[in-house]
């Protein structure tokens, strides 16, 4: 089992940066492929950005492709999401998860964080 954990998340201004990071417990981390994902009120839960157990793989949405960046450090049980150029949509409560396939499928997840809000504006 996998206890997930964010932080990082706050108010920036338009083209401003924020890194989001989620610390995992649990004996199955450094095996898990990773997930962040992000909510809006109204709106389903969307994929954001995955990558695989050993951190070669990653794979993004078009949405965020090229400003966000994922990351991994299994020796700290830590999985960061670096995002850049943040635009107002961006704006979304955000998610990490574990889970056993790599894929932007939410089905195949199966730990998931309390989620953390992300808001930017002017």
């Known amino acids: 089992q996998v206890q997930l954990v964010e932080s990082g998340g706050g108010l920036v201004q338009p083209g401003g940066s924020l890194r989001l990071s989620c610390a995992a417990s649990?004996?199955?981390?450094?095996?898990?492929?990773m997930g962040w994902f992000r909510q809006t009120p109204g709106k389903e839960r969307e994929f954001v950005a995955a990558?695989?157990?050993?951190?070669?793989?990653?794979n993004y949405a078009d949405t965020v492709k090229g400003r966000f960046t994922i990351s991994r450090d299994n020796a700290k049980n830590t999985l960061y999401l670096q995002m850049n150029s943040l635009k107002p949509e961006d704006t979304a409560v955000y998610y990490c998860?574990?889970?056993?396939?790599?894929?932007?499928?939410?089905?195949?997840?199966?730990?998931w964080g309390q989620g953390i809000q992300v808001t930017v504006s002017s």
């Open positions: 998860a574990a889970g056993s396939r790599y894929t932007s499928r939410q089905s195949f997840y199966d730990y």
């Open positions: 990558i695989t157990w050993s951190g070669v793989g990653t």
């Open positions: 649990g004996r199955t981390f450094s095996s898990s492929t």
